[in-house]
């Protein structure tokens, strides 16, 4: 149920997918992997719409060259755990919202204790590596896996669902060469929201999921494009899941 205060505070939003919509937001409970520029866009916002629950995993500490575009983190955090930082600020965004956080790499090793049952992975990361374990979890489970990505004022985003759509190592079936991404802060704001958005329609069952397309923004031109994507049926990771 909701209380008063919880139908005060998201009447705006009741108001377009009523309060059966906000108690669906409410039980969802979501993994999302990184703290950094992309995760703390994606937790304030799914934070602030009322989310239930949020387990965010991630095991970096704070640096001054992380805050033009890591917003959760401020200055006299420089030196913390970003998780700290980050729920922190969460927790006084919404008292309402449940914030767990794990100081841990995400391994293959660990990570079937990390998503444990949770009901949907949100990629925040910014390495391949990690990627496809959180892409090969989502599929082994059958739960939606939300990718992200950004570099300099350019990003992309899709959403997978396993058994239906084309998943990250059909789309990248090699990793690019690790890099460390030049990053202006506007773009994984708006990332990250694009991907905050499409779990709140997952969740709600509303609009048209980015599903076998990869959004991709371009924001030195103010232009988003997409590309169509297909299932690889020879797939290492998600040939055979249906």
Known sequence: MLTKDEVKRYERQISIFGEEGQKKLKKAKVFIAGAGGLGCS?????TVAGVGKLRV??????????????ILHWDNDIGDKK???????????????????????????????????????VDAMDNFA???????????????????AVHG??????????GKTACLRCIFPEAPPPTVPPVVGVTPGIIGCIQATEVLKYVL?????????????????????ELP???NPRCEDCAGVG
């Open 83 to 121: 998780l700290e930082s980050a729920a922190a600020k969460l927790k006084r965004m919404n008292s309402n919202v449940e914030v767990e956080v794990i100081s841990e790499t995400i391994t293959k090793s660990n990570i079937d204790d990390l998503v444990g049952d949770f009901d949907m992975i």
């Open 42 to 46: 994606i937790s304030a916002y799914l």
């Open 57 to 70: 995993v991630d095991n970096d500490i704070v640096a001054l060259e992380n805050l033009n575009r890591q």
């Open 130 to 148: 990690a990627r496809y374990v959180l892409n090969k979890a989502a599929l082994v489970r059958k739960i939606p896996f939300f990718h992200g």
């Open 229 to 231: 994507l297909e299932k």
């Open 153 to 162: 004022f350019y990003g992309q985003a899709t959403t997978i669902i396993p």
């Open 205 to 225: 069952g509303i609009g048209s999921l980015l599903e076998n397309r990869l959004l991709m923004w371009d924001g030195l031109n103010g232009q988003m494009d």
